[in-house]
């Protein structure tokens, strides 16, 4: 058992019930506040510690560390260690905060110095993101936009369940929870329009989705196998890859999705480890027609990790309007890394992939506006009596994820994303 997993652990830092952040998670981002840089850090109940200033205290000296590996602003550089190190770190982690260890307990003025409040500091992007790829591994979201826009009977494209379909996003678009997105433009056309027009969407889209992070390179030439993907995978985060339907529509054919894509995805600020993750694997579903050899696996690969997605409209409440979960997942993340790979695609530390959007087999699990208001013909009741077939300007939409079995519970935190009115040129060309 990786020590930091160990359910019977308890730790001398408060953990409030329900906790995303318990002793067992530790979870790695990167924090600044009005006064310190940015800097790694881990989560612990409501709190963050300061990883670089725990480091320069000496309490890191038995793992042989670099000198200001968590003086950085992003995560790449530690991950690049390997998985090995990077799980002694979590487990020393562990070990300091638990009440059976009094080193950094005792150490009064220390611990005032490298422990945060989390609502005392600002959470940055946790990744320096390379490389981006969006793949589209629900079978039940591939169904219902199937059914949709095409033949219910011929929902799945031909290639579907021969393959993990994805494609390639934008990497410089991906932001933190909590900075707000612009309305995207763009052209659109519609059905009994002759010629398309250009403006704001009308249709902006949430896709409740999970991503990946890779943690070693892999050279051009090169393939990861389905056995060996685990070591390239460092951890997850929760992901919210916006999309504007109606550019998307008009758009995607030949080479699929673009502009309705590349304006922003929402990542949370933490970074879940693989490793704290493990008891929480389950089997993935039954995989037929039978699947070609490299994409091929033993033992369980999907994960049971909670999905809810909660839509905020001004001056009211939050409103749960969607429950998920990752486990639905036809293709699961070591058969997308071994098929993105098996052409001598390489990769670099820090690239994300994004599950595609998670819906289960319920209407209420549906992970996208597009499948919950099935294409605008069924509006969702809102708390104001209002109703909603896509996400309109000052909405916000929250995303939380979290794996529980009974013993512990493991949180990604959240992504809250508020949608400001897009930008418009006045008669004079400003922007306004």
């Known amino acids: 058992m990786i020590f930091a997993n160990n359910p019977q652990l308890k730790s001398w830092v408060e953990v409030p019930a329900g906790s995303d952040f318990p002793i067992q998670n530790i979870p790695f981002g990167v924090f600044k506040t009005d006064t310190k840089d ?12 300061d990883l670089h200033c725990l480091h320069e205290a000496g309490f890191f000296n038995e793992l042989d560390l670099p000198k200001g590996i968590f003086n950085k602003a992003y995560l790449n550089e530690f991950m690049r260690l390997g998985k090995s190190k990077t799980r002694e770190v979590r487990n020393r982690i562990a070990s300091l905060l638990s009440t059976d260890n009094n080193e950094l307990k005792n150490n009064t003025e220390l611990v005032n110095r490298v422990m945060y ?23 039940e979201h591939a169904t219902n936009v199937g059914t949709m826009f095409r033949d219910p009977k011929n929902a799945l494209l031909p290639n579907w369940k021969h393959l993990p ?4 996003g934008r990497a410089s ?42 943690c070693k390179d892999l050279e051009l030439g090169q393939s990861i196998s389905t056995s060996d993907a685990d070591e390239y995978i460092f951890g997850f985060t929760l992901f919210n890859d916006w999309s504007a339907r109606d550019v998307q529509v008009w758009e995607y054919v030949p080479l699929g999705p673009f502009l309705a894509k590349n304006f922003a995805s929402s990542i949370s600020p933490w970074i879940v480890t693989m490793d704290a993750l493990e008891p929480f694997r389950v089997p993935g579903p039954e995989q037929t027609p039978k699947i070609l050899p490299y994409l091929s696996y033993k033992g369980d690969k999907n ?45 670099q530390v820090g690239d994300m992939y994004a599950s595609g959007t998670i819906s289960g087999p319920t209407p209420d699990s549906y992970g996208s506006m597009l499948e919950l208001a099935w294409k605008g013909t069924k509006p969702l009741a809102m708390p104001d009596g209002s109703t909603r077939k896509f996400i309109e300007d000052g909405d916000q939409v929250v995303m939380k994820a979290f794996a529980e ?21 006045d008669e004079a060309g400003a922007l306004a």
């Open 165 to 168: 379909v994805g494609y390639h």
């Open 38 to 49: 940015p800097s790694v850090c881990i989560a612990i109940g409501n709190h963050v510690l």
């Open 117 to 139: 409040l989390q609502q005392d500091c600002q959470m940055c992007l946790p990744v320096k993101v390379g490389n981006y790829t969006d793949f589209y591994s629900s079978i």
């Open 173 to 214: 678009s991906i932001i933190v929870s909590g900075e707000p997105i612009r309305r995207p433009k763009g052209q659109t056309k519609a059905p009994d329009a002759e010629l398309p027009s250009f403006g704001p969407t009308k249709r902006l889209d949430f896709e409740l989705e999970m991503a990946f992070v890779t």
């Open 303 to 347: 994960f049971d990790i909670h999905l809810e997605v909660a839509l905020k409209i001004p001056n009211h409440a939050e409103a749960t309007i969607c429950r998920s979960n990752f486990k639905y997942m036809y293709w699961n993340v070591n058969q997308q890394l071994a098929h993105h790979t098996v052409n001598g695609c390489n990769i």
């Open 405 to 425: 079995n009974g013993e512990v519970r493991i949180g990604f935190g959240e992504v809250r994303t508020e949608v400001l009115p897009a930008l418009v040129r």
